[in-house]
Structures are given as structure tokens and as C-alpha cells.
T-cell receptor
Framework: DGGITQSPKYLFRKEGQNVTLSCEQN?????MYWYRQDPGQGLRLIYY???????QKGDIAEGYSVSREKKESFPLTVTSAQKNPTAFYLC????????????FGQGTRLTVV | DQQVKQNSPSLSVQEGRISILNCDYT??????FLWYKKYPAEGPTFLIS?????DKNEDGRFTVFLNKSAKHLSLHIVPSQPGDSAVYFC????????????FGQGTILTVHP
């Protein structure tokens, strides 16, 4: 059963702590993305990676970091520098070729307490 | 700089009637467009796409129209069903690479029985 798995589904973090969100895919996709969704807003791109060991900043990268050591995995770290981290985080991947759709995970709801 | 815009935050239609969701874009480099459906606290699911070489693509009850000169696309759902009630996102990217997938703000569709 191919797909994208995000974990955990719900995550609580104390202010000042770093936290890492997991994203794993078994679709053999090269490209992976992290988006953030806030209430009443669209999906905003945080980071994306087109190949292992390479990644680019999206539109709202400040306060976040990523790594891409394996094709299957693209973890996102929300650092203490992120001023407003409470949001719904979505990971996606895209297969070979430009004209293909992105597949999304089920999301992680991060709440700062 | 909102490159993909969905100017209607919400749309309400009667069951059995047509739903028309609109999307405008500003970046002329976009050549692949997608529509996603999203329920609360879940990841978006792909509905339908269109490349810039076409002006229409149909899949069952869903049809996407692309007007390149106006930089406008629309999603038609006929007939609308209560189960179609969700948030619909328009997305766009340059299809020649795995690059950035840019989303609109979303439109909340409510289909009344």
C-alpha cells in the first residue's frame, strides 16, 4: 500500500522547544514538500526537496529546518525561532516528470502550549 | 505576492445544481494546474488537473477549464452532491520540473440537500 505517512497526527510543544515532524513515503518519489495551513488560509510552502541531499526554501522558511538524507524521508524541524508555530503541517511528494500530481499525507496538527 | 488566487472564500449550492469554483493566476510560467479537495484535519486529495496545452479536461462529474489569455481556470462540478462539501484548492506549477507547487487560499463549498 503506497502512500505518505506523517507522524504524529497531533503534537504539543512548549514554547522555546524544537520539535521534529516526520514524513515518510514509499512511492519512490524524488520530490517532497512541506506546507503549512493556518485557519482561513491556503497552503504555504515551507521547504521542498527535489533530490536526496538537496532542498530549497519555500515562501515561509524562517524558523524551520529540514534534511533529506534518504529518498523516503523528509523530516521538518520547527525551531524555537518560529514565532507562530501553531498550525496544521502537510507533507507531500511528487513523482517523476513535471505533469504529475502531488500526493499528501494526513497532516500533523502542532500546538504550542 | 499571491501568484494563485481564489477570490471567493465560500460558495453555497443546492444539491443537483452546478458548482463553479474559480481561480486566477499571475505567473505566466505556470503550465500545469491542479484542483484538490480537503476535509478538516486531513490532507488534500487530488481531483483533476490540466496542462497548458489544453483548455478543458473532464473526469466524471468534474471538469476543469483553462483560459490562458485571461490566466483563469475554473472547476465545474455537475451535479453537485452533499458529499462534495469541502474546501477546494487550486494549485499551479511550472511543469518542466519538480519545482514549487503554489496553492490558492481555498474556497469552502457547501452543497445543501
Amino acid at each position: 500500500d503506497g502512500g505518505i505517512t506523517q507522524s504524529p497526527k497531533y503534537l504539543f510543544r512548549k514554547e522555546g522547544q524544537n520539535v521534529t515532524l516526520s514524513c515518510e513515503q514509499n512511492l519512490n518519489h524524488d520530490a517532497m514538500y512541506w506546507y503549512r495551513q493556518d485557519p482561513g488560509q491556503g497552503l504555504r510552502l515551507i521547504y521542498y526537496s527535489q533530490i536526496v541531499n538537496d532542498f530549497q526554501k519555500g515562501d515561509i522558511a524562517e524558523g524551520y529546518s529540514v534534511s533529506r538524507e534518504k529518498k523516503e524521508s523528509f523530516p521538518l524541524t520547527v525551531t524555537s525561532a518560529q514565532k507562530n508555530p501553531t498550525a496544521f503541517y502537510l507533507c507531500a511528494s511528487v513523482g517523476e516528470g513535471g505533469f504529475t500530481e502531488a500526493f499528501f499525507g494526513q497532516g500533523t496538527r502542532l500546538t504550542v502550549v | 505576492d499571491q501568484q494563485v488566487k481564489q477570490n471567493s472564500p465560500s460558495l453555497s449550492v443546492q444539491e443537483g445544481r452546478i458548482s463553479i469554483l474559480n481561480c486566477d493566476y499571475t505567473n505566466s510560467m505556470f503550465d500545469y494546474f491542479l484542483w484538490y479537495k480537503k476535509y478538516p484535519a486531513e490532507g488534500p486529495t487530488f481531483l483533476i488537473s490540466i496542462s497548458s496545452i489544453k483548455d478543458k479536461n473532464e473526469d466524471g462529474r468534474f471538469t476543469v477549464f483553462l483560459n490562458k489569455s485571461a490566466k483563469h481556470l475554473s472547476l465545474h462540478i455537475v451535479p453537485s452532491q452533499p458529499g462534495d462539501s469541502a474546501v477546494y484548492f487550486c494549485a499551479a506549477k511550472g511543469g518542466t520540473s519538480y519545482g514549487k507547487l503554489t496553492f490558492g487560499q481555498g474556497t469552502i463549498l457547501t452543497v445543501h440537500p
